[in-house]
């Protein structure tokens, strides 16, 4: 059974900083691309970044220079660090791990981020 925890949301004034954490149970970690997407209220989910088994990343323009995403398989987890946050970033996030061997997609609970101005 996969499963995905998110965790580091909270409250941060514009331009400050944070970090996400995505940890990852019940499957060969390595080998999935890991991804953040958000949430905002009243829009569509989003695509925030996604990196690869073999750490290519990919970032929404909109997030670009300002968050950066990594993974440590040693310990099933990827990260989203995020600065110079602005309240358009203000949304749920949601960790996603795609299992190529199935095509398969799994999500975490979301973990929300507000920022406040």
């Known amino acids: 059974q996969v499963q995905l925890v998110e965790s580091g949301g909270g409250l941060v004034q514009r331009g400050g900083s944070l970090r996400l954490s995505c940890a990852a149970s019940?499957?060969?970690?390595?080998?999935?691309?890991m991804g953040w997407y958000r949430q905002a209220p009243g829009k569509q989910r989003e695509l925030v970044a996604t990196?690869?088994?073999?750490?290519?990343?990919n970032y929404a323009d909109s997030v670009k220079g300002r968050f950066t995403i990594s993974r440590d398989n040693a310990k099933n987890t990827v990260y989203l660090h995020m600065s110079s946050l602005k309240s358009e970033d203000t949304a749920v996030y949601y960790c996603n791990l795609y299992w190529p061997i199935t095509r398969q997609d799994y999500w975490g609970q979301g973990t929300q981020v507000t920022v406040s101005s």
């Open positions: 019940g499957i060969i970690f390595g080998v999935a691309r």
């Open positions: 990196i690869t088994s073999s750490t290519s990343t």
